[in-house]
């Protein structure tokens, strides 16, 4: 049962052949024998989904349920469930239970799907490793001794190692497509606006974006259809029709016009996936794509624009924990400033602390100009190249990341070099674009990851693109040692 993609459990569901409660035990059972050893998981409820799978069940015997009900799913602990606890990997919210749904909560509850986990993460989504996480890392199934990615990495790893069959994530800066990418499978960033950020916690909120963590494109384009949508209680959320996600897959690409950016393909990049890479190029060309050279001649900045922008909304958005109303407390504080000052001291880890230092710093009276401000500009000439590229092709393509995934503890003192590795995702989130990341093959036995940008609200080309890949390869469809089914 564990071998099918969302589409397949959602057929055999539909006709009855499985039931939701037969599903969720399947997966139980596989994470009490496989699960432990990745930590993927910062809750695992499986008392709870069984409550869920069997309202499902009871759903899908009036031949009324909608596609996904009775299927599992894992939430990134960065989205508000009612009633479980909701940590963003922090010792700051280790105690918090989340009041409410999120929106992308809700509108997947209320398709049936059944929450068996909260995922994994980097603290706050601070992080390109998983390793900031409160909770320790989660690890990568393809080699233990390396990390997932992040900051949805938990995520990532529970989907590549079939522990379930899909799960949300954001993306702020890359935290869906690098992770993706780190494990073997295919994740989607949609276009800022797309998918409500309603209850999901603020990192940095001009950024972030919730999305999918599939198997396939068929999965991502399923899972979208439910969550993408105007939210009221977004006021980020863009009224913008839906599209027929799943539609929109079997269309032919011939004549696709497809931009490869130069400033992506630099002596920087690893060689085993610059030879990916160009396989897939070779793959979609055979398929009627037209390739292109183009320009994107602000790359290089936006590595310090975004470190100036997101930890300048980090800090105001990271404000609200101050020990008094929910989360973490101090002992014994001794007045009103000591409560304060303890309670984030002892909640936040070390790279949140960086984050809202240089955030505090850069926002400051005298520094907002030169910092903040010209990071403002430079988005704008970012964005600008983007659009310019998108008067000459429909879809952007090139590598994920510049290496495959690095082992456990490799950059943990070396900031610097974690946030480079985000070099080519930031950009995407700076010009609030759509974009994928899917399976393109190994370097070393280790996956590589490549990516698909999208004009804005274009998510159903870039699924279009990814799943007619996906019908003439098969690397989406490998395993781990290990993790096989
Ligand atoms: N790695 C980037 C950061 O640490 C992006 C994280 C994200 O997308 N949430 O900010």
Redesign the pocket.
Known sequence: MLQHTLAELSALLLARKISSEELLRAYIDRNETLGRELNCFISFIPELALEQARRADKLLQTGEASALAGIPIGHKDIFCTEGIKTSCASRILDNFIAPYNATVVERLNKAGMVTLAKTN??E??????NE?SFYGASLNPWDKQRVPG???GGSASAVAARLLPAATG???????R?PAAFCGISGLKPTYGRVSRYGMIA??SS??QGGTLTRDARDSAMLLGEMAGFDPLDSTSVDHPVDDYTGALDKPIEGLRVGLPKQFFNSKLDSGIADRIDDAIKELEKAGARIFDIELPNTHLSIPA??VI?PAECSSNLERYDGVRFGYRCENPVDLSDLYCRSREEGFGK?VKR?IMIGTYVLSSGYYDAYYLKAQKVRRLIRDDFQQAFSQVDVILGPTTPSTAFKLNENMDDPLN??L??IF??SV?LAGLPAMSIPVGFSDSLPVGMQLIGNYFDESRLLNLAHQYQTVTDWHEHTAEGFEL
């Open positions: 993460m980097d706050f989504a601070m992080g390109s490793s900031t992040g900051s949805s954001t993306d702020t800066g890359g935290s869906i690098q990192f940095a950024l972030d975004y470190y997101s790279e984050r974690m946030y590795s985000d995702t930031v989130n």
